[in-house]
């Protein structure tokens, strides 16, 4: 292929991607711009009709900001930004009333906002949403409904921004039962690497395992940011209060999928050791690889479970996973897994703790949990 020919591949190649990742964007985007649009137009309508302000763009100005362009908005972010951008206008309308109109007011109303939102608040938006809104307030010319026309369009704007944002129809588990199934996705990889590591007497594959454990601790973060958002949601908004319950249970089972991701990291690094030291003759090596996938097994189990959408489905799927990790839990004694060495006792022993942690993120008490176990 000569490199003209090349060239053109490659840059056909570029705009296919560019044109699929656009297209993707604008599908995700189409109801998120939608009401957006509306909740803009809705709040200048609402200042000019109902209140009889005249050309209120603050209004529409102060709903796009509060709202941004998230798919999800968030109501302490739209809240924050929305009391920015009210603040703003109001001492920009204040300063202006005592000070006037003109340049050198500008840059005092801009550094008197800038100051009074890092008082207020540390969030660099916050400050940049103060600082913009005074700036258009003095170089603007003034409002003819009077000082604070543009004060009160702010808060209709903000009003209006938060009002969507808690009515607005969501479902509250989506984001963290995608989270979750992710990281089982991740975790059932972990334990499947464990048990090929084992059969193949090769350190390197429970190496990936560990990796792959190691990367999900941002998606655990975020995790809990998802669940945080959606529960502040679930207590300001009055049609969103009965997910409360099942954001709680959610709550729990991300936590309890922390504690197991981070045993997995030392089961991992255990694993790891027990192949390198051999550990293990070739009956308990088959039957520990034999126990990896069966847990893997379980745990695959569990995650489907965990992005059932349905409540009752959620429930039942969850009882047979509580079942299946219940009897992977049920074999951790070392005699039984042929663990006769310190090294891989110690693993079995490591084990333990970890499928405790996963049977609760089913719905499962700890005493429940626990009683699985054999007793050594």
């Known amino acids: 292929m000569t490199k003209s020919r090349q060239w053109w591949a490659r840059t056909w190649s570029f705009a296919t991607r560019r044109a699929r990742s656009g297209a993707s964007r604008v599908t995700s985007a189409l109801v998120p711009a939608a009401v957006t649009s509306l909740c803009a137009v809705l709040a200048y309508v609402f200042a000019e009709l109902v209140l009889g302000h005249q050309d209120p763009l603050f209004a529409a100005t102060a709903a796009l900001i509060a709202l941004g362009f998230n798919r999800d908005p968030k109501v302490r972010k739209v809240l924050e930004v929305a009391i920015g951008c009210t603040l703003g206008i109001l001492i920009g309308d204040l300063m202006q009333a005592v000070l006037g109109q003109g340049y050198w007011?500008?840059?005092?109303?801009?550094y008197t906002s800038i100051l009074v939102a890092r008082f207020i608040d540390s969030g660099a938006t916050f400050t940049l949403q103060m600082s913009l809104q005074s700036v258009l307030v003095v170089l603007l010319p003034a409002a003819q409904g009077g000082p604070f026309t543009r004060s009160q369009d702010a808060v209709v704007g903000g009003f209006i921004a938060l009002l969507v944002t808690l009515l607005m129809p969501k479902d509250l588990r989506k984001e963290a039962a995608t989270g979750l199934r992710d990281l089982y996705v991740t975790l059932t990889r972990a334990l499947r690497d464990c048990s090929e590591a084992l059969r193949s007497h090769e350190s390197r594959t429970a190496w990936m395992g560990l990796v792959a454990c190691r990367g999900t601790q941002t998606a655990v973060e975020n995790l809990r940011k998802d669940v945080k958002n959606a529960r502040e949601l679930a207590t300001f908004s009055p049609t969103k209060r009965r997910a409360r319950p099942e954001l709680d249970e959610t709550?729990?089972?991300?936590?309890m999928s922390d504690l197991a991701v981070r045993s997995?990291?030392?089961?991992?690094?255990r694993v790891i050791s027990v192949i390198d030291?051999?550990?293990?003759?070739?009956?308990?090596?088959?039957?520990l690889a034999d126990w990896f996938d069966e847990a893997a097994d379980a745990v695959g189990i569990l995650g489907r479970?965990?992005?059932e959408p349905a409540a009752a489905g959620r429930h039942k799927s969850l009882s047979v996973a509580r079942g299946a990790l219940g009897g992977a839990a049920?074999?951790?004694d070392p005699a039984e897994l042929g663990a006769t060495t310190l090294h891989a006792e110690a693993l079995v022993m490591l084990l333990r703790p970890m499928m405790v942690d996963l049977i609760e993120a089913t719905g499962a008490s700890h005493d429940e949990a626990v009683g699985y176990l054999p007793r050594l």
């Open 105 to 110: 007011q500008a840059v005092l109303v801009v």
């Open 330 to 332: 049920a074999r951790l």
């Open 264 to 269: 997995m990291r030392i089961v991992a690094r």
């Open 251 to 255: 709550a729990h089972t991300v936590e």
């Open 305 to 307: 479970s965990l992005g």
């Open 277 to 287: 030291n051999g550990a293990l003759d070739d009956e308990g090596t088959g039957l």
